[in-house]
């Protein structure tokens, strides 16, 4: 069963609005197991919604309408349904007297322009769940069982999902007949490339495509998300949820077994939270000494709630005499890996950690010591091991910052899952 | 002219990233004065991708395509729009050299599947602009000069603007022949809430617009950007650049005087380029304490080019102890301005700063020391004058933790601004 979304208002495409509802709904489908094709945004503007709404019924079997239900004279979804419905708009009573209920319990009385929230499409049905002063509506498109459904939801968020989620997706899904479940999982990944990625993983997404090319069960994605690395989607489709995560179960060490340690979190679990859990499970304690990175390090494991029980602290060296004085960096050249050591070690005694780390590099905009921007050395020392590593990295000044953060962060969880600090 | 947006990536629709990039094409294209009725977002399939491309020529002028320029299987952005033209993809060695010599800048050897970036329609030419390894592109449909045109954009954000702005945007203006210049200006602000901001400015906004409540010249925009503040966008429009910035220099000091010192920038200024600035101005260096905030206050002021000016260090004092052996706070609660204020003079001391900030709080999960989550206490410290502030901040931990650091920083400025350290 194929659903579209249609998101109206003008204000999004105008871009004062980031449209989040449709992504939301777009998630909500995919679980439900329903396929979604399109999604549009038109503005508040009577003759494009219509002509969106019937190129949507044109593609698909059902179309979830969000926004334009509101009581001012520029929310005309109402009208637009009715129209492509080819029925007039009467008044709901039941829902008139509902919104006068609500006013009256905030102590108000209802403005006129409210009964327009009233007026309903001959031949469909409010949704149970309101929230807020805007009925959903339920809008048959011609004659059942076979008929087309249009579902109209408000665009306040939180009012469109109570509807979505108690009305929209249950009759969806009783429509469809196929209670199919789709499930995913995210392998998240740091050290390599897109395409590299890509080529690790050509022969199994080949097999699971089959001879056919059509999509498999399971899929693969690659989904590149910037500082935080590349991402592997693994998306099973089952006939219970069970099912589902057994196919996902089954995929992940396959995924793994083909990329390696790049995989450093799995969904949610981002850089910073792994490192905490694996220095927690340690029960060992890091400190952070930074330069070009000026304190990104440190916030961005102090980020992680708990944080405390293995973050002690950090000194932003910004300056050279602070590195020397405060850090024992022998007076020098201090774009090295060798100072980038002796950083990492004398954090970690001054803040008497077991783990030092340490960042010290040319952000830019401009060279120093004669190396170019993006020149990065890191390092991460223990009371008897330590790693270092110099990278040369892309972008301006604040990707720079941001990539020798989380490459630093990496560092230190190969340290750890080698038993480098055990 | 009509230019639409089409957004591609089956991640878009199932919810897996939300699409910021429509929403930001659509504000650039509203300030540019080009008319766009529609934003479409389809999956990473030729045959669909080809149907919306084709739609969006039937009734706009020109389109912004954003996505599926990558080096993966699934990329077929190129292939579909090639399909559209009527043309051959062929391989553009310049590009094919560009993203060799990105590879080999940063040590590694281009995966053969980069050379799929290299193709290009016939017929089609390149955007200057390419930060990444995708390069964009400008791709004529039909016979000039009154043929369309599709644009073809990365869905890497930073990427996709850095073309928008520097390429599309102004190729679309000069394509449309208007000759009217829209130009804005922002006026940043931050210690107000919008509807605090709606009534200071209701007055004249309703001058603006007029009797006739159309939209007067110029214009202003509230834009709520979070722990960036409140934006107050002012645009005009006028026959010519010089023109449209009168109007803007004329319209500046009227909202100034109408809120007062909230305003701390304009335009991309952001806080920490203020204080960078306010400091540099008066030959003042400044260190920072930090607790709650791990290093972000540090980081954000890092993030300015030139910040080795004003900026010694930090220390992220994480664990009490290091707030009262390393800062010499007094043993005892540190949850408080007491020791806000001792932190700050501790690290101005101990990193020979002339002007020492700290943050120290609750940042959650739990309470501490009996204050509840979201108290924080905040100082600014020189050699003879202090200032210190409690507040209570609302939100989860990153929440808190940001907007810690912002409140910190015009607390700074602030002081600055009144000639506390002069």
Known sequence: MKVEVVAIGTELLLGQIVDTNSSWIGEQLALAGLDSHYQTKVGDNPARMEEVLRL??????AVICCGGLGPTQDDVTREVIATVMGVELVRDDAVAARIETMFASRGRTMPANNLRQAMVPVGASTIPQQPGTAPGLICPVGPAPNGQVIYAVPGVPYEMKEMVEGTVIPDLIARSGEPAVIRSRVLRTWGTSESGLAEQLAGRI??????????GNPTLAFLASGVEGLKVRITAKAPT??????????EEPIIRSLVGDIVFGVDDQNMEAVIVSLLAERELTVAVAESLTGGYVAGRICAVPGASNVFRGG?????RDIKVGLLDV???PVITEG?????????????????????TGVAGPDEAEGQPVGTVCLAVAGDEAERSATVRLPGDRERIRQ?????????????????RFD
Chains 1, 2 share one sequence.
């Open 330 to 332: 022998e007076d020098g």
């Open 403 to 419: 990539f020798s953060t989380i490459t630093l962060l990496d560092l230190l969880r190969r340290a750890l899952l080698e038993g």
């Open 315 to 319: 000194v932003v060296a910004y300056q």
């Open 56 to 61: 949507a019924l044109s593609r698909s079997d």
């Open 206 to 215: 080949a097999e699971l495509d089959g001879d056919d090319g059509g999509a």
């Open 339 to 359: 100072a980038a050591l002796a950083m990492a070690h004398g954090v970690r005694r001054l803040l008497k950690a077991d783990i030092g780390l340490a960042t």
């Open 241 to 250: 949820e069970d099912e589902a995560i057994a196919v996902l179960d089954a």
